[in-house]
T-cell receptor
């Protein structure tokens, strides 16, 4: 099946710094990429949807100036958590879609810990 | 908004059958997905139901009743490798997936 690579798998950063997470589709071109966040014992929550070359669409309650999304190519999307705070500590996971939503493939996720 | 409920945990014996229920109240329903997720790994697609009824795929089957807002995932002939989290997700519109919190299934020898 298709492979989506997410990097890094885990990261620890100091409060106030920024962290960039990459999501790459390795063997296909993704028309759309999605970013999710998951807190412990809770469901995956969609943060934003991005299409190559256009601005991301953010879900209600997600600060676009804090979570910067860049979808520069059909195989790469990045999520930058700016001025991170401990409450941003979470599991961030991306998915890349080609065509129908049944062809959406997930990355392995990034565990972010802000200290 | 959306409300998607599934049990938190289930335990079963190797070789047995387990049924994971999912109830939902969402707007713009356009289908229901089941994913399997092992710890530290990406969720992987198991099934997609958009019409009422049962979809069978090997040891895994998924059922949907749109009028009842209800689905289940049936795992037969359980194997140890089936120990994982199972995520129920509702498709709203063309692309938005809303997930339940997941059901952790533990298979015991």
């Amino acid at each position: 099946g298709a492979v989506v690579s997410q990097h890094p798998s885990w990261v620890i950063c100091k409060s106030g710094t920024s962290v960039k997470i990459e999501c790459r589709s390795l063997d296909f071109q993704a028309t759309t990429m999605f970013w999710y966040r998951q807190f412990p014992k809770q469901s995956l929550m969609l943060m934003a949807t991005s299409n190559e070359g256009s601005k991301a669409t953010y879900e209600q309650g997600v600060e676009k100036d804090k979570f910067l999304i860049n979808h520069a190519s059909l195989t790469l999307s990045t999520l930058t958590v700016t001025s991170a705070h401990p409450e941003d500590s979470s599991f961030y996971i991306c998915s890349a879609q080609v065509g129908e939503v049944t062809e959406a493939f997930f990355g392995q996720g990034t565990r972010l810990t802000v200290v | 908004g959306q409300n998607i409920d599934q049990p938190t945990e289930m335990t079963a014996t190797e070789g047995a059958i387990v049924q994971i229920n999912c109830t939902y109240q969402t707007s713009g329903f356009n289908g229901l997905f089941w994913y399997q997720q092992h710890a530290g790994e990406a969720p992987t697609f198991l099934s997609y139901n958009v019409l009422d009824g049962l979809e069978e795929k090997g040891r895994f089957s998924s059922f949907l009743s749109r009028s009842k807002g209800y689905s289940y995932l049936l795992l037969k002939e359980l194997q140890m490798k089936d120990s994982a989290s199972y995520l129920c997700a509702v498709l709203q519109g063309d692309y938005k997936l809303s997930f339940g919190a997941g059901t952790t299934v533990t298979v015991r020898a």
